[in-house]
C-alpha cells in the first residue's frame, strides 16, 4: 500500500473520534455545567473549613447562662415570678364553684324557701363553709315574718351587701398582688437597664471602644433585665383581670341565689292575695 494511502487512513482514523467526542461534549454542556457547580457547591464547604480549622470557635450561650449573667438584678426579678406562679396556683383553686356557689345548696336553699322555710335554709347553709352558705347564714335570720309584703327585704338585702364588703375584700386582697408584682417587676428591670448602660458607657470610656466584648456584656445585661420583668409583668397582668373576672362572677352567683330564695319566699307568702287580684271572668288555668 502507498504510503499517502496508509497516511490517510489513520488521519480519518484519528479525526472521527475527536468530531464524535466534541459533539457529545457540545449536546452535554448543561448537564457538564451542572455538574461542576454541584461538585463546587458540596466541596468548597470542606475546603473553607480547612482553610479555617484554626480559627477559634465562640461558644453560644443559652438562655440559663445569659440569666446568670445578668446579674443580682434577675434575683428579684425571679422571685416575683415564683409568687406569681404560687399566687396563679392558690387563686385557681380558691375561686372555684365548689367554693362560692356548689349547685347542692343552690337547689336545696331554692327549694327551702319556695316552701318558706326559712329556718331549714338558714340550717341547710351554716353547715356549709361556701362563700354562698355564709352569706344565707348571716342575711336570712333577719326575714321579718311580721313584714309579708316583703319579709323584711330591705334589711336582708344590707345584710348581704355587708358580708360581700367583708369577704370580698379577703380575696381581692390576693388578687390586687398581681396588679403589685405587674408593676414591680418591670421597674426593677427597667432599674437594671440603666445600671448595664451606665456600666456599659463607663467601659467605652476606660477602653476608648477597643474593648467590645466587655461593652457588649454590660448591654447585654441591661436587654436581659428589662425582658425578665416584661416576662413576669405579662402574665401577671392576664392572671389579674381573668381571676378578678372570675371572682365578681363568682360573687354574682351567689348573691343571685340568696335574692332568688327570697323571692321565692316573697311569693309564696302572697300567693293567695295575688289570686284575689285576679280580675272577675278570667280562667285560673
Keep these: 500500500m502507498p504510503q499517502e494511502q496508509r497516511l490517510a487512513i489513520s488521519k480519518s482514523k484519528t479525526t472521527i473520534p475527536m468530531s464524535e467526542t466534541m459533539s457529545f461534549l457540545r449536546s452535554n454542556r448543561h448537564l457538564i455545567v451542572l455538574g461542576i457547580i454541584l461538585l463546587f457547591t458540596f466541596a468548597a464547604p ?3 473549613a480547612q482553610d479555617g480549622g484554626d480559627a477559634p470557635v465562640e461558644e453560644t450561650k443559652t438562655l440559663m447562662t445569659k440569666i446568670i449573667d445578668a446579674g443580682a438584678f434577675m434575683l428579684p426579678i425571679g422571685i416575683l415570678s415564683v409568687l406569681m406562679i404560687t399566687l396563679a396556683v392558690f387563686n385557681f383553686l380558691q375561686l372555684s364553684k365548689k367554693k362560692f356557689a356548689p349547685d347542692e345548696l343552690k337547689n336545696l336553699i331554692v327549694a327551702n324557701m319556695a316552701d318558706v322555710k326559712v329556718r331549714s335554709s338558714i340550717d341547710a347553709s351554716a353547715q356549709d363553709p361556701s362563700y354562698l352558705g355564709r352569706m344565707v347564714a348571716t342575711a336570712y335570720p333577719l326575714v321579718d315574718a311580721t313584714d309579708p309584703e316583703s319579709l323584711g327585704r330591705q334589711k336582708v338585702e344590707d345584710a348581704l351587701a355587708d358580708f360581700a364588703v367583708r369577704e ?21 428591670g427597667l432599674f437594671g437597664t440603666v445600671a448595664g448602660m451606665i456600666m456599659a458607657f463607663d467601659t467605652m470610656g476606660l477602653s476608648g471602644g477597643s474593648d467590645p466584648g466587655a461593652l457588649a456584656g454590660n448591654i447585654s445585661l441591661a436587654l436581659m433585665t428589662t425582658a425578665g420583668g416584661l416576662v413576669v409583668a405579662i402574665p401577671s397582668i392576664f ?15 351567689a348573691q343571685e341565689v340568696a335574692i332568688e330564695g327570697l323571692d321565692y319566699a316573697v311569693a309564696t307568702v302572697n300567693a293567695d292575695q295575688q289570686l284575689a287580684k285576679v280580675p272577675e271572668g278570667i280562667s285560673e288555668g
Excluded at 370580698?168 to 408593676?183: K, T
Excluded at 392572671?239 to 352567683?253: A, H, I, M, P, S
Design 46 to 48: 470542606g475546603v473553607w
Design 168 to 188: 370580698n375584700s379577703r380575696y381581692m386582697s390576693w388578687i390586687g398582688y398581681f396588679s403589685v408584682i405587674a408593676q414591680a417587676a418591670p421597674m426593677i
Design 239 to 253: 392572671c389579674f383581670y381573668v381571676f378578678k373576672n372570675r371572682f365578681n362572677k363568682l360573687v354574682g352567683e
